[in-house]
């Protein structure tokens, strides 16, 4: 072989080798939780640490998540004592409302029906069935019936797409909906703790471009020839250009917002925010909305902070702990009886 052959047959294997070192480099850098955190700023990131795992199959990651064409993710029907990744137990009925109790969609004569959308700090993530908010606010009411439908990593867009599916075939007399500030960051994402819906506005009305989302093996089989670098530079070039604005997420979530007051009230349930985490927050401040929705608030941040101050532990790990949810659940109590919102009407 001429020496000119020999030094391009080595460049070339220098390249594979060099290309193969940073491809390993690459997935290495995605699987670590410290660097992947910071490229967590759009789609493409969080897209490229779901990929970098290894394969899943049908699971998308949390042993109590299934995958949901519609809404991207959500929790599991028939589900019992399914550890959780911090603290505490899930269970979850047939139709994937948490706990093991069955709710007929035609509710009892008498009973007050309260149906709660939203994202992690309503499901309960840190607590086991019977700790979360909505569950104790259950056990205090005794002439009513509460079903939690929050799911973790959830946008104003899935809760919307959760509760008109989900969520008002229960015929609900009120819709509470977890305030989290961060969410209204999700509503402008594709992709987060997986593949998602995505709403859009168009000459100021909401419309979904995004309504279908593929299941995880055939995300992964369409990803499978894509080298984890190139995954990391896609990230990468979207964390470098990223920039923030915040008067459309506050359009896209003001407008998600709306709608779920508007077809909360159509389906004659009255509409109530709750604080969970945040007042104020990339999308606006719940003041801001309730003011503007004309719809019933409960602000909880007073009395978590005095109970945190008189030692009270309001927080476990990331969110609210058995204690904390318990202040939420009688405070929104408070709220609903001194603002007469538990007398029941027929179902249709």
Known sequence: MKPAARMALGRVALLTASLAAANVAARAALESRAFGDRLRVGSAGWRAIWLARPPHGEQLGLAYDTHDPELGWTLASGLRDVPLASAGSVSSNSRGVRGAREHALAKASGTTRIVAIGDSFTFGDDVGDDETFPAQLQRSLAAAEV????????????????????GLPYAPDIV??????????????????????????????LQLAIARVPPPADLIRSARFTPALALLVDAAVERLAWREDPAQRARVAGALLAEIVRETRAARATPVFVE??????????????????????VFTAADLAAASAAGTRVVRLSHLSPEGNAIVAASVRAYLESHRLLAARSSP
């Open 176 to 205: 509470l909906v977890g305030w989290v500030a961060m969410d209204a960051e999700r509503d402008m994402l594709s992709f987060r703790d997986y593949a998602k819906p995505l709403f859009v506005l168009q000459d100021g009305r």
């Open 147 to 166: 079903l939690n439908l929050g799911v973790h990593g959830y946008g104003h867009d899935q809760m919307l797409l959760r509760l008109r599916r989900d």
């Open 276 to 297: 969970l985490f945040g007042a104020a927050g990339p999308g606006g401040s719940m003041q801001d909305v309730c003011a503007e929705q004309r719809i019933d608030c």
